[in-house]
């Protein structure tokens, strides 16, 4: 099983630029895909980014394309949100999440949530 801690939010002016972190423990991290996901004020839950367990695979949701980067440190057991050109539709409330590689659309663990407020 994996835990997951996450820091970084905080309140910006549209167009700066934020950095999400991750920390995992427990498990073995690099046996596991790593995802953020973002739940707005009155919105379902959406998916934002993924990256795979090898490194050999990233998704992003079309909304977030160009503007924000997910990457890992398995030395440090930490997936990254670095978020660009902020809009203030990217308020919400993020997510980190884990899934298995044995079933990587399946994702089972889940952080606390990092509040992130985007002002016009």
């Known amino acids: 099983q994996v835990q997951l801690v996450e820091s970084g939010g905080g309140l910006v002016q549209a167009g700066d630029s934020l950095r999400l972190s991750c920390v995992a423990s427990?498990?073995?991290?690099?046996?596991?895909?790593m995802g953020w996901f973002r739940q707005a004020p009155g919105k379902e839950r959406e998916f934002v980014a993924s990256l795979s367990w090898d490194f050999r695979r990233t998704n992003y949701a079309d909304s977030v394309k160009g503007r924000f980067t997910i990457s890992r440190d398995n030395a440090k057991k930490t997936v990254y949100l670095q978020m660009n050109s902020l809009k203030p539709e990217d308020t919400a409330v993020y997510y980190c999440?884990?899934?298995?590689?044995?079933?990587?659309?399946?994702?089972?663990?889940w952080g606390q949530g990092a509040q992130v407020t985007v002002s016009s």
């Open positions: 999440a884990a899934a298995h590689y044995t079933d990587p659309e399946n994702y089972n663990y």
């Open positions: 427990g498990g073995t991290f690099g046996n596991y895909r």
